[in-house]
């Protein structure tokens, strides 16, 4: 009788939280993070390497420019993503991250759309 009794916590969700801890992701997690990653890192780099050779060798000023902006933007999400990976962050920012990798993608298809004079 002088044990206390150890209820389960609740934190005020109404129900059991099973939420994962800052660090602990699940596989689903994981794929989708290695997918919108991979995807990302493979478009900017394919725009890099696109504003420098295309439409010849010697670059266009604004295709090296709007190149610059993209590896800006590409800076900001990175270091999201490691202060994410740091604990840092909360879960929640998780979201934006993959907010900022979707406008990232989109930058790098109209940029590539752009330097391969599609539509003209």
């Known amino acids: 009788d002088a044990l206390p009794i150890y209820t389960t916590r609740t934190y005020g969700t109404g129900g059991l939280d099973n939420r994962p801890l800052f660090g602990e992701t699940s596989a689903r997690d994981r794929i ?11 478009l900017v780099v394919v725009t890099l390497i696109s504003a420098f050779i295309f439409p010849h060798l010697s670059p266009k ?40 990798s979707f406008c990232i993608i989109l930058l790098c298809i109209c940029a590539n759309l752009y330097f391969h004079d599609v539509g003209k």
């Open 61 to 100: 000023p604004v295709n090296v420019f709007f190149a610059v902006c993209i590896l800006l933007s590409s800076l900001c999400a990175l270091i999201l993503i490691f202060w994410y990976r740091q604990g840092d962050l909360e879960p929640k920012f998780r979201n934006l991250i993959y907010y900022i």
């Open 32 to 42: 989708i993070n290695l997918v919108v990653g991979g995807l990302t890192s493979l």
